[in-house]
């Protein structure tokens, strides 16, 4: 079992950045891939951001609406994944989750059921 939880989240103005942060306990951490998902009030979730874990090389995968302005990094010996956000948008206003999984294929990291472990989600919301 992982347990995930999601600090970070809350109100900015567009242009502005915020910092997410995910704690993560029960398992090995450094061998999950960690990803950030968001949605948005009458919208399906969806695929922000993942960093594989160490098998994967640690490399990042990023949506193109955030690629240039969100950066995911992780901490390995404080088993904490992060999301830096730049450059905010008031389309970027969602809640944003953690999740976790075990080794993922190339195929599976933008698919949310390809994720076994989710964090109660943080809200960010961008004023315009």
């Known amino acids: 079992q992982v347990q995930l939880a999601e600090s970070g989240g809350g109100l900015v103005q567009a242009g502005g950045s915020l910092r997410l942060s995910c704690a993560a306990s029960g398992r090995t951490f450094r061998t999950l891939s960690l990803g950030w998902f968001r949605q948005a009030p009458g919208k399906e979730r969806q695929f922000v951001a993942t960093i594989r874990g160490s098998g994967g090389g640690n490399r990042a995968y990023y949506a193109p609406s955030v690629e240039g302005r969100f950066t995911i990094s992780r901490d390995n010996t404080k088993n904490t994944v992060f999301l830096q956000m730049n450059s905010l948008k008031p389309e970027d206003t969602a809640i944003y989750y953690c999740?976790?999984?075990?080794?993922?294929?190339?195929?599976?990291?933008?698919?949310?059921?390809?994720?076994?472990?989710w964090g109660q989600g943080t809200q960010v919301t961008v004023s315009s």
């Open positions: 999740a976790a999984a075990g080794g993922l294929i190339l195929s599976q990291i933008r698919n949310m059921a390809s994720y076994d472990y």
